[in-house]
């Protein structure tokens, strides 16, 4: 199984540079990432912002030299106060690949988070942060393998950007994924979700719906279902939760090594 990012605080870097064009191609485990393109610092600007929940919003960027990424990466975002502090974190891509310019974060907002608390209080279209990325190829998900997605929280957010993808590109390679949320309320994207999604509720649920945390009764029959080939399976939530998750999974019969974590918290 192979893991993702934590998060950083940290000092300036070097100014914002055009990057040259991400070289990336897909091998079994991992995909290759330019490091051209994941150090090079760029400016973005915030254009719009979408409420999905009471704590989380969906923010779009310009990024007009964003060298492209694929469904499941990341990039490090930095903010820097007026008196020359610095914030560094880690946040998913929620977007699919395209050719806007834009890219799109999903932030929860945590309690007394620097990043998040100055997005979801202070930010407004215009402002600029800096960005570099796209980073990680282990949770890359390329659009050639059959994908079981399994998130919770804001760990949807790299799994949505996959069914965006999966969408935009009229994809038939299969794609199915399990989310867990507290409520319907706290669903992230609840609005975009279709018949590729299942979703469990932990603490209050619609009517006729039953509440409890994912359980093997959710997981196994996914893997029943499997393709031919099997499925490359990607989880995305917090610590507990890709544990617990993960084990579902292996005790459903998905074979460890085709098992991607990426954990935050």
Do not use: K
Request: proline share 9%; charged share 15%.
């Amino acid at each position: 199984m192979t893991t993702g990012p934590g998060t950083t605080t940290t000092g300036p870097g070097a100014a914002p540079a055009p990057p040259a064009p991400a070289r990336r191609f897909a091998v079994p485990g991992r995909i290759a990432v330019s490091q051209q393109v994941a150090t090079a610092w760029q400016t973005a600007t915030l254009t719009g912002i979408r409420r999905e929940t009471p704590h989380a919003a969906t923010f779009r960027l310009a990024v007009p030299h964003w060298a492209g990424h694929l469904p499941g990466q990341h990039l490090m975002l930095r903010l820097t106060a007026a008196d020359g502090y610095v914030a560094q974190r880690h946040y998913s891509i929620a977007s699919a690949p395209d050719d806007s310019g834009h890219i799109e974060l999903t932030l929860d907002r945590v309690p007394d988070g620097e990043v998040s608390g100055w997005f979801h209080t202070a930010a407004r279209p215009g402002d600029t942060v800096e960005v570099r990325g796209p980073l990680s190829g282990f949770f890359a998900w390329p659009g050639d393998r059959p994908a079981l997605l399994l998130g919770a929280g804001s760990g949807v957010v790299p799994l949505m950007s996959m069914v965006r993808h999966h969408r935009a590109r009229g994809l038939s390679v299969p794609l199915r994924m399990l989310v867990s949320a507290r409520s319907s309320e706290e669903l992230i994207y609840a609005r975009e979700l279709g018949a590729e999604t299942t979703a469990v509720f932990t603490r209050s649920a619609p009517a006729g719906t039953p509440v409890g945390r994912m359980a093997a009764a959710h997981v196994a029959p996914l893997l029943a279902e499997a393709p031919a080939h099997g499925w490359e399976a990607y989880v995305c939530g917090s610590n507990g939760f890709a544990e617990h998750a993960s084990r579902l999974l292996v005790a459903a019969g998905q074979p460890v090594d085709r098992i991607r974590i990426e954990r935050f918290g």
